[in-house]
């Protein structure tokens, strides 16, 4: 696991287009964990876990029908689709599809799922764009960061909520890995007690350009305010797109009947996004000294 973040921290090296085929080999490398099964399970209260070894998507159960958090990349739709029917639900019952962030490893499955059930997309704003045009940020032209395009039924913004049922989750504005990144907050019933729950959208820089020509104006002002922002919410459950943000499969294997929920976890969040807020500053260091020396 240490030598995937590496990975994906040295790739904010390579985001000039000029290391097309170390892209590719990246891709390769880290396509194995992210197509790989992963048994799907209640995570807690009525959010199950349904995505990959490497790729972190969620269903939410509800009075009146499913929401769908992410997807991941385009080979695994079928796979999280039989996750989905593994808990007993139907894929036809999903009525909301939430998005995080419009990178390929989280939407693949968007537009054959939303043709298939109906569903409403919601997203940032900001992503919208993106999603209509299925590419990266700043890489229209990259055929390796494309995926399927899809449309977008509805745009959310800081603040706004999507309910379905008894359920209500809230969109929390925070740009940065990608222009419209939207973490949603809900609240669930764990034993008894009210938790409060994020889905974080993510913080890393991944292939973005901060200097010099940024993926996206304003970028690194963006990436320091969603630092903030996280540091100072109070969440007990820290969920994210990518199993090693919280943690995942360590936390799976804790769990016991009558035990407290090991992914209940306050101050998770302010710690992790303190370690985002560190290497982000480095990744800005080497990036800018990488550009001087040009």
């Known amino acids: 696991m240490k030598k995937l973040a590496a990975a994906l921290c040295a790739l904010a090296l390579f985001a000039t287009g000029a290391q097309a085929q170390t892209l590719k080999d990246f891709l390769a490398t880290v396509m194995q964990k992210w197509t790989a099964p992963f048994e799907p399970f209640q995570l807690i209260g009525n959010i199950y876990y349904v995505g990959t070894d490497g790729i972190a998507v969620y269903v939410i159960k509800t009075s009146q ?152 104006p304003g970028i690194v002002d963006d990436y320091r305010a969603t630092f903030a922002k996280a540091k100072a919410m109070k969440i007990d459950v820290l969920l994210g797109p990518h199993p090693e943000v919280y943690g995942m499969q360590a936390k799976r294997a804790q769990m016991k009947v009558g035990a407290p929920n090991p992914f209940v976890k306050p101050g998770e969040l302010a710690a992790y996004a303190s370690g985002l807020s560190d290497e982000f500053d480095k990744q800005l260091a080497k990036q800018t000294a990488a550009l001087e020396k040009k």
């Not at 919601?122 to 494309?146: C, F, I, M, Q, S």
């Open 65 to 216: 029908g499913l929401i769908l958090m992410d997807t991941a990349m385009t080979q695994s739709t079928g796979m999280i689709k039989d996750d989905i029917a593994k808990l007993g639900f139907k894929v036809s019952d999903i009525k909301y599809i939430l998005n995080t962030h419009a990178h390929l490893d989280h939407t693949g499955g968007f537009a054959e799922i939303k043709k298939e059930t109906g569903a409403q997309l919601v997203a940032g704003e900001r992503d919208r764009p993106l999603l209509e045009g299925g590419y990266y940020p700043g890489d229209e032209k990259n055929g390796d960061l494309t995926f399927p395009a899809v449309k977008v039924d509805r745009t959310v913004k800081e603040g706004d909520k999507v309910t379905l049922g008894d359920t209500t989750l809230t969109a929390h504005a925070t740009p940065g890995h990608s222009p419209g990144c939207t973490s949603w907050e809900m609240t669930v019933k764990d034993g008894g007690q009210d938790r409060e729950v994020l889905f974080f959208c993510s913080g890393t820089v991944a292939l973005n350009r901060l200097v010099g020509q940024p993926t996206y």
